[in-house]
């Protein structure tokens, strides 16, 4: 017999299809690869306390521990600047729910995410592994750092608001590699820094507004 398919998880294919319409193809997010990862991540599973309206609105929403998953067009913005290629390695900090992760996992080869919070980086993991992604490996920890044993990475998306760059995620940037991340104390700002050989070309895009990426690095800055 032909299974079903389940009628809410119909209502969420409906509402992924009108997200990525409306909100990422319509605005300015013209990347196949990236619109093709919107449509293929069920960003509900990301948000089981929500509402399958809320978890698709244009907005960001709350994942506990005080943390945010990224409104749908930031991430879809943010991989589509980086650039994230289906040979990339990619380092992301800040794995909150886990849904950037998934993003880039669908367009890369391989993703490393850090998190700070060990509830949520255990339920991401959690919740990656049953979603069937085996190109992700889980850190827990202070991502200032970066993770210096599998560097450099081809991209780095940091997903938490810093005063300043991480200088070793700068480091760990691979030659032509692209590190995307927001900027600034309340507002901040995206920026893109491009590796070219010894040197750093910095962009300043989009305003934006992320939680506070938290470390000790910054205070001996
Ligand atoms: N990429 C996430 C967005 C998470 S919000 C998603 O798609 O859902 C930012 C996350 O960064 C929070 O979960 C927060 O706990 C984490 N964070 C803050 N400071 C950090 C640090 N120094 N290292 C690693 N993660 C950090």
New binding site residues.
Partial sequence: MKRQPNSSEETANKLREHMVRTQIAERDVGSPAVLKAMRQVPRHR?LPNDSLENAYGDHARP?GNG????QPYI?AHMSDWADIGANDRVL??????????AIAAEIAREVYT????ED?ARSAQTRLKELGYSNIRFFTG???QGIARFAPYDIVLI??GAPELPEPLLEQLADNGRLVGPIGHDAQQLVRVQRKGGRFETEHGIYVR??????NGFESE
């Fill in positions: 990301f994942i943390q945010t998953c990224s991430v992301e900090i800040g794995t909150g729910s886990g849904y950037q992760a850090i998190e700070l919070n949520l202070d991502g200032y997903t938490a992320f939680v506070p990426f938290v470390s």
